[in-house]
């Protein structure tokens, strides 16, 4: 799921630090495509990808291809304290993980029946696919091109402001299920999954492809940025005419809190939480 | 070096396969930091990056992480071919690269003398540095916000157009000597190093930290887009104002066949070729 929200942080509060605690509870959850729960590779095995930007210092970290790192989302914001570089992956980003003694765990962990059942659905049907697609839709079967079709998204993410318009946003992924070992999707991607500035902070999920190639979160901010649109605009342009049907939601907020989510999949579990103690939960779409 | 070229291709020539050709010859030249001459990691390992974007389909391909691949770009060009993906890193590139027979050799090949030098001098300075930074030079002490500071740029990149405005791009490098194990750099990143739409082709070079942040290359096409800029403003503006200075530079051609190369770092080798025969080499600034 993606979540908005507007919290009442206090001074000096660290914003990218709250949406990475989000992030992680979502990761800890075994029912969403994130830390444990993540979705399986061709081979069975879990590969996880996260991202963390702040919209004020544009500081970002992102780390893909790890395998035992309990929580991804706090291994980025290492990568983004603690190096002088922004992306990890594989190999180097679990070596760092352990260099910084952050929490690990037998992959095996992360492996849930559902998945294993995933997997072996996809490869029976012989493709790859979103997230927790239903497999044998009649839906998917239409759509030629576009692999694993339409689905409710579980790559969690989380976009927040904060009462002085800091913005930040925070991703997490296990990616798509039956996808190639080594494959990069749009999560970890600064301007495709993950993106924020001083105008907005952007979160999208779907089928990452679509989702690099569109460069959406980034295009969210560009459009508010260079041709003056309000965020929903943005966000709506963004979502209707620059990435096919089927593949991509996002979630945004801007510097002034205003809140959007829209998608073009048949549906996005997403959450709005407002410091007035304002809270909305959706999956379909409104009426 | 980056190169720009308007060749006179035949009708249905594939102007990414051109654009990757270009960049085969410049891996394959040791002087350049890229397939054999890449730089080194602080293991003294070497891990390549590359990605190409064909502008009119907007279909691209990258890889990370290859160690034993000769030419890294026409890996990136199989992923964008063979795969659902757009993206794939380390071990999962290297099996793919197995699966499709492309050429590996030893990963000694890539390693140069001249490279083992410049690791040493990097590790006795402490520091990460961009590509062919001469070390201890006066200026890099002077910049303490850029590990490495100031360049001459060794990434390879080609953009290129057709007769019928079809855009292309591709990208090449070793990343930066004595970065970490796993860190993924600006080049296999779709809109930070390398992106190509109708509008324009773009490729970039420098401190991939930076130009991840700015999202160098979708930036420029974006201005043009969004914002109505020409080529060459557009691609100023990203230049100037989007990233700090002695990081980032960029070629760029618009589908008019308009050229720009600015940088913001000491030099940048460049050329650029127009299906006149006209051609032109430079690496520091124009008087």
């Not at 949406?19 to 990761?27: F, N």
């Not at 997230?131 to 044998?136: L, S």
């Not at 569109?214 to 969210?220: C, G, H, K, S």
């Not at 709506?236 to 096919?244: G, K, L």
Request: glycine share 10%; hydrophobic share 35%; net charge negative.
């Amino acid at each position: 799921p993606l979540r908005g929200s507007l919290p009442l942080l206090p001074v000096n509060a660290q914003i990218e630090r709250e949406s990475a605690r989000e992030v992680r509870e979502l990761e800890n959850n075994p029912n969403f495509n994130a830390g444990r729960g993540s979705v399986l590779t061709s081979n069975g095995t879990v590969e996880m990808e996260a991202c963390i930007m702040d919209g004020n210092t544009k500081k970002c970290g992102a780390v893909s291809g790890v395998t035992t790192v309990v929580n991804a989302i706090s291994l980025a914001r290492l990568v983004m304290e603690k190096t002088p570089h922004i992306y990890l992956g594989f190999d180097g980003a679990e070596a760092f993980a352990r260099e910084q003694g952050v929490e690990t765990i037998e992959t095996s962990h992360f492996i849930t029946p559902e998945n294993v059942d995933r997997l072996k659905q996809a490869k029976e049907a012989n493709r790859v696919q979103i997230d927790y697609t239903p497999p044998f839709q009649k839906e998917v079967k239409e759509e030629t091109d576009i692999p694993g079709g339409d689905s409710q998204i579980g790559t969690v993410g989380c976009v927040a402001v904060d009462c002085h318009g800091n913005l930040a946003t925070a991703t997490s992924t296990g990616g798509l299920v039956n996808k190639m070992v080594g494959r990069i999707g749009d999560t970890p991607i600064i301007g495709a999954g993950t993106y924020a500035n001083s105008f907005c902070a952007v979160s999208a999920t779907g089928k990452g492809e679509s989702i690099i190639r569109a460069t959406v979160t980034r295009d969210v901010a560009a459009l508010m940025e260079y041709k003056g649109l309000s965020l929903k605009d943005a966000a709506a342009y963004t979502i209707e005419e620059c990435t096919p049907r089927g593949t991509a939601g996002l979630i945004a907020v801007s510097a002034t809190g205003e809140v959007t989510m829209p998608f073009n999949t048949t549906g996005m579990f997403r959450a709005c939480a407002t410091e007035d103690g304002h809270t909305e939960v959706a999956i379909w779409p409104y009426a």
